[in-house]
């Protein structure tokens, strides 16, 4: 359990917060449309607070760099335009795969969020984010 009378515990929600970002940033890529300039304040962010009050983890800078990588590729590819869906049935305006067994409002596949999902999953557990 994380300690909310630990002060370190504000940079933990922060770092939270920016990955929840990331996360909904990535996983709605086509709706945006995805421009890096969009998210690329929230990396930078991460890597401030990586540097301020993390020890400048070399797991995190070296994550945050792959994460920066994958977000840039899934930002040029360009997705395809798919019409507004008159059932359950959506595609992945990515790669055209069914998003159907996706709840909510996923607007890319699994496959197409792959690079980026353990990226986030390793920053997650290396600021401590877990703990909330
Ligand atoms: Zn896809």
Do not use: K
Request: hydrophobic share 40%; charged share 20%.
């Amino acid at each position: 359990m994380l300690n909310l009378e630990d002060p370190h515990s504000d940079h933990i929600f922060a770092a939270a917060r920016h990955l929840d970002a990331i996360m909904r940033f990535t996983l709605h890529a086509s709706c945006t449309p995805a421009r890096f300039e969009a998210i690329e304040p929230v990396l930078t962010a991460l890597r401030d607070l990586n540097a301020d009050h993390f020890d400048r983890s070399p797991l995190i800078t070296e994550t945050l760099e792959a994460l920066t990588q994958a977000i840039q590729a899934l930002c040029s590819r360009s997705p395809r335009v798919i019409p507004v869906p008159e059932s359950d049935f959506r595609l992945c305006p990515f790669c055209g795969s069914d998003l159907y067994r996706l709840h909510d409002s996923t607007s890319i596949c699994c496959s197409c969020h792959a690079p980026i999902e353990p990226l986030l999953r390793t920053l997650d557990h290396e600021f401590g984010c877990w703990m909330i």
